[in-house]
């Protein structure tokens, strides 16, 4: 029926409530944020954004388990694998937003060391969370790149957000330089998929590569992949565009590195397996000697494997050479980010499942530890691992919660982090892709000696001063829930494996609208 | 068809030579044909016909670059607005409302601009 209204409002448009929560709540920030008095608290900004994220998190619960939806020819879809991420993203944004308000109003901070503008700080949160969001949701090269560079353009600002501190203005320089790369890289390879099949549609993709792959194209397809994943791995800054978390992650405000190595993380995640998963899935090759075989399976992945075994051996040999706690943690990152390459590269049946509980667990733990961090170091005035020196004496808590937020990145049982690396190794042992499991097993080990650094300057060595830490209530709450959170779920993890089996049938990402 | 591909990139290949043998061939070419006669007057600066002050190399004022920036606002906005002005009698009231909160997200952007004095020259 023609209505006055046009065609595009045929559209089920409340599917993308919760986008449009957090760009209403972003606008509305900006605004009050240019009328608010120059010298009043910009705190309830910040309240503003969490009471948003909190809303459209509600939104995207609405959304679940109602099929997959897809509007604006598959511009923006609407599958549990979307769902499940948005909700990883906006708790991380909430746990950020948390950790800003108490970073930018603490006291006794050098004039050169604060953050300018508080407002910007915090909308700039919200749009980099917008986003990751359409990052996670959608079918289209086209959209799936601009939510890429909205996400890549925010977070630019936000770690040059200390303007008059010079390493900050370093790392946020060299994230624009590296990140323009590693963009004009992903591009460069959609331009060759969209030169084989003629469309920037994921599904009509998958359709055409199967076929151009059989007329004879296998070198173009295969340079395509690489390119995009070339470009991609800069967002998970796994190998081999690795090479700029460390200085980013130490010049950047400590609420913002956190953000980077969860949220934005996250997003390269979902947008890598969407991507690959969707586009590649029909790739195969029927003429091969030993019958047909998958393409992305047998030869495109197998590459993966290699460059996530190569992040895990350079993440976790580097960290244990740095002094700075955020360096260290950013070498952390990278190996992780091995870790949960590695269900991708072997494609196992539970890949999704797998995936997303690491996920989960990596953002308990990273959350909780960088706001353990971020208390420290502002206290210390140091980021220098000794820091943490005495710190059982001065908030035996937050000695406590450490140790489980590093164990569990070590992968130690009974934690959060060792079940989601225990199911990735086995998954990979399953597959028979020996080699990958071992390297993960050696890596963790090595990684063991400087977590264990950490831990044994909290208890074993005498800190400069013995003063109780005060804990600011908002990182109190960050850090409780994290330490439930890390503790809960390595307590019950078959339960948590099942509840995201049953509620989000992630296995829709390839499954067409309305079903 | 994969012949076909790479023959796209044969009229690529193609322009690349020509623009890089038009200009070499040209300043070539009017190296040879015209007179040599360097004087004073032909190193200062051209402005138009004024008489130049000082030299070329000097700092410009970084408000010159956001004026440009500020001026993309529009420029982008004209871009969009002309296609959808076009097509408006097939998209409908609905697009209208669309087009309403991209010129708004526009104005917050001048209003952005403004507070942040872009608007003021000193």
Not at chain 2, 66 to 83: G, K, R, S
């Amino acid at each position: 029926m023609e209505s006055r209204w046009g065609p595009l409002a045929q559209y089920d448009w409340s599917v993308m409530a919760p986008e449009f929560t957090i760009l209403i709540v972003a606008t509305l920030i900006s605004v009050i944020d240019l009328l608010m008095p120059n010298h009043s608290n910009r705190r309830p900004l910040a309240w503003l954004g969490i009471v948003g994220s909190l809303l459209a998190g509600w939104f995207v619960l609405q959304n679940t388990g109602h099929g997959v939806v897809e509007i604006l020819n598959g511009s923006y879809r609407v599958d549990a694998f979307g769902n499940v991420f948005k909700l990883i993203f906006l708790a991380g944004t909430i746990f950020t937003l948390l950790m800003s308000i108490n970073y930018l109003n603490r006291g006794g901070v050098k004039e050169e060391e604060k953050v300018v503008d508080h407002g910007e700080f915090y909308y700039l949160t919200l749009t980099a969370l917008l986003g990751s969001m359409i990052m996670s949701s959608s079918a289209d090269a086209i959209t799936l790149f601009v939510g890429l560079e909205l996400l890549s353009i925010s977070s630019y600002i936000l770690v040059g957000t200390r303007k008059k501190h010079l390493l900050s203005n370093e790392s946020a320089f060299k994230y624009v330089v590296s990140g323009s790369i590693a963009s004009a890289t992903v591009l460069y390879g959609i331009s060759f998929l969209y030169g084989l099949t003629g469309t920037t549609n994921l599904f009509e993709m998958a359709d055409r590569l199967g076929q151009a792959y059989m007329a004879g194209n296998a070198l173009l397809i295969y340079i395509a992949f690489f390119l995009t994943f070339v470009g991609l791995s800069f967002k998970i800054s796994s190998v081999p565009y690795h090479m700029w978390a460390p200085d980013v992650y130490q010049g950047a405000p400590t609420p913002i590195t956190a953000f980077l190595s969860v949220v934005s993380k996250a997003a390269g995640f979902a947008l890598i397996i969407r991507f690959f998963i969707t586009a590649f899935r029909s790739v195969v090759d029927y003429n091969a000697a030993n019958g047909p075989h998958s393409v992305l399976i047998s030869e495109l992945l197998l590459v993966v494997g290699i460059l996530a075994a190569i992040s895990m051996i350079v993440g976790n040999t580097l960290a244990l050479r740095q002094t700075n706690i955020k360096r260290m943690m950013a070498y952390s990152s990278i190996a992780q980010a091995g870790y949960i390459l590695v269900p991708f590269a072997t494609l196992t049946s539970l890949i999704f499942e797998q995936t997303v509980f690491y996920l989960i667990a990596y953002l308990l733990m990273n959350m909780g530890a960088f706001a353990i961090i971020m208390i420290v170091t502002g206290d210390r005035e140091t980021e220098d691992i000794r820091s943490f020196a005495g710190l059982y004496h001065r908030a035996p808590f937050l000695a406590i919660a450490m140790t489980f937020f590093l164990l569990s990145l070590a992968g130690i049982p009974i934690s959060a982090g060792f079940f989601g690396k225990f199911y990735i190794f086995m998954s990979s042992l399953v597959m028979g892709n020996y080699w990958l499991a071992g390297i993960m097993i050696a890596t963790s080990v090595v990684s063991y000696y400087y977590y264990f650094g950490i831990i044994r300057q909290m208890y074993m060595r005498p800190g400069e001063t013995e003063a109780p830490l005060r804990v600011p209530a908002g990182i109190a709450v960050i850090v409780l829930i994290a330490f439930i959170g890390t503790v809960g779920v390595g307590i019950v993890p078959d339960s948590v494996l099942n509840f995201i089996h049953a509620n989000f049938p992630l296995m829709d990402l390839i499954e067409a609208a309305g079903q | 068809m994969a012949d076909l591909y790479s023959n796209n990139y044969l009229i690529v290949a193609i322009f690349f030579i020509l623009g890089l043998a038009l200009p070499i061939g040209a300043l070539t070419a009017g190296r040879f044909l015209r007179p040599n006669n360097p004087i004073a007057e032909k190193r200062t600066t051209y402005e138009s016909g004024m008489e130049p002050i000082g030299g070329s190399w000097v700092q410009f004022n970084v408000k010159y670059y956001i004026y440009a920036l500020l001026f993309v606002v529009f420029d982008v906005e004209t871009i969009f607005l002309y296609p959808w002005a076009v097509a408006y009698d097939q998209l409908g009231l609905f697009a209208l409302v669309e087009m309403l909160i991209f010129v708004t997200l526009l104005v917050i952007g001048l209003i952005y601009a403004w507070k942040k004095k872009v608007l003021e020259w000193d």
